[in-house]
């Protein structure tokens, strides 16, 4: 069964500050997704990887994607308050789409 | 474009009754997805679509139904509401792998 699974869940840093979430999967995927979604809001698309050593940045964000390891990272470079919000991945297999349990981000003064 | 639109915005429903969510998109996309979200977690597929007539379980199917006569509507219904369907619902369209959000439905069931 495909699982994913994100930490940390929660994650406080400072303005200026570097940090990464990572994003585990238990099985080979066709895709591997970041979203944001703010509080009450809907998902806002943030990248797609589609292959081994697929790296995307935006801005502050940087996601890449290992897939002999199974595991992508969404990389925060020089945070800014502006980037508080709950960050999830997903995978795709065949269509089914499973997503981890987010990492709630908070970027502090 | 309007992109993905759902209603209702909010809905409380009884034990035991039925309600329609409703998801259109406007952007000709053949992938549509339902997904519910319940208080911080991430989401989880009810159903799918890959086109008109098409459509297949996910991971949490039980206690929905769906239909897809047209490429633009993808509407899921419940049938028995029970207190475990509340959640927030969230609709989808795909298209070269990307995948675009309604705004939600916010269901209540008491």
């Known amino acids: 069964e495909l699982k994913v699974e994100q930490n940390p869940l929660f994650l406080s840093m400072q303005e200026g500050k570097n940090y990464t979430i990572y994003c585990n999967y238990s099985?080979?995927?066709?895709?591997l997704y970041w979203y944001r979604q703010d509080p009450g809001k809907s998902l806002e698309s943030l990248f797609v990887?589609?292959?081994?050593?697929a790296v995307k940045q935006e801005g502050r964000l940087m996601a890449s994607l290992d897939t002999k390891a199974r595991l992508s990272t969404l990389h925060i470079t020089a945070a800014v308050h502006d980037l508080s919000a709950t960050y999830f991945c997903?995978?795709?297999?065949?269509?089914?789409?499973?997503f981890g349990a987010g990492t709630r981000l908070t970027v502090k003064p | 474009n309007a992109g993905v639109t759902q209603t209702p915005k909010f809905r409380i429903l009884k034990i035991g009754q039925s309600m329609t969510l409703q998801c259109t998109q406007d952007?000709?996309?053949?992938?549509m997805y339902w997904y519910r979200q319940d208080p911080g977690m991430g989401l989880k597929l009810i159903y799918y679509?890959?086109?008109?007539?098409?459509?297949d379980k996910g991971e949490v199917p039980n206690g929905y139904n769906v239909s897809r006569s047209t490429t633009e509507d993808f509407p899921l219904r419940l049938e028995l509401a029970a207190p475990s369907q509340t959640s927030v619902y969230f609709c989808?369209?795909?298209?070269?792998?990307?995948?675009?959000f309604g705004p939600g439905t916010r269901l209540t069931v008491t």
């Open positions: 997903a995978v795709d297999k065949n269509n089914d789409m499973r």
């Open positions: 679509s890959v086109g008109a007539g098409i459509t």
């Open positions: 989808a369209s795909s298209y070269a792998h990307e995948q675009y």
């Open positions: 099985t080979t995927s066709d895709r």
């Open positions: 952007m000709n996309h053949n992938y």
């Open positions: 990887l589609l292959s081994n050593g």
